[in-house]
């Protein structure tokens, strides 16, 4: 016969054991965006600077690049700390999971554009934009794209690889999107005043594209479309079935 209070007190124990794991997930997140901020800002402070006149001289430009690494350096040092090799391992693995159906690598490569341009009329019809306006030329974006092959692995290996699977588990798909959403979007803060990188209302408003920055040159409606596509994507990867 089972003994009621043991029964109990087994439940009670599985309850503070998740207690304490759903703490620990949340410091160990609050030690992934505390490092990956300190690690991308620091790299980019040079280029604020600068742009600002604050420091005599051009800082190089190369720290913008090395500053995208912050999120991915952040999460390879939390999975090394608390799994060791094998933890790194296992998150470096998760750049290499492709066997997924092929409608997920539509959605992954028809999203990014749609959001873009529908927020591109937005702005265009809010008198954001200049009249004048244009595109680069296709052999820039094709240098954009392949720049973006190498730089976009290293946000999100942290962002995606990292924190979303644990933001998941203390907080649920949607929740965890926004959070994460929300985060991002600020991480990018300190480009708004680089020039030379199109998050900047120093740059001139006559280009539309993708660029190392990704966002729109308007610092009131930046951050906002930047938090919904994000939000879009990580509310896609939440939906997304796992590899086989």
């Not at 280009?207 to 994507?233: D, E, K, L, N, Y």
Request: glycine share 6%; proline share 7%; net charge positive.
């Amino acid at each position: 016969m089972i003994d009621p209070s043991r029964t109990r007190l087994a439940d009670e124990a599985g309850e503070d054991t998740e207690i304490i794991h759903r703490n620990a997930e949340k410091r160990r997140l609050v030690l992934f965006f505390a490092l990956a901020f300190v690690a991308s800002w620091l790299l980019w402070m040079p280029l604020v600077a600068s742009s600002r006149n604050w420091i005599a001289g051009p800082a190089p430009f190369l720290l913008f690049y090395l500053g995208a690494a912050g999120p991915a350096l952040a999460a390879i040092v939390l999975s090394g700390l608390d799994h060791g090799k094998r933890g790194v391992w296992s998150l470096l693995s998760r750049l290499a999971v492709w066997r997924v159906h092929p409608k997920w690598y539509l959605i992954a490569l028809l999203l990014p554009g749609a959001v873009r341009f529908i927020a591109f009329a937005l702005l265009y019809l809010s008198g954001y934009v200049r009249s004048d306006v244009s595109f680069r030329k296709w052999p820039e974006l094709v240098g954009i794209f392949l720049l973006m092959l190498i730089l976009v692995p290293l946000e999100e290996l942290g962002w995606r690889g990292y924190a979303l699977p644990k933001l998941q588990k203390i907080s649920g798909a949607i929740r965890a999107s926004l959070i994460l959403g929300i985060m991002w979007s600020f991480w990018h803060l300190p480009l708004v005043w680089v020039k030379g990188c199109i998050k900047s209302p120093l740059r001139p408003q006559r280009t539309f594209s993708s660029s190392p920055c990704r966002s729109f040159r308007s610092r009131s409606c930046s951050h906002g479309f930047t938090i919904a596509r994000r939000v879009a994507f990580c509310m896609h990867l939440s939906s997304m079935p796992p590899s086989t």
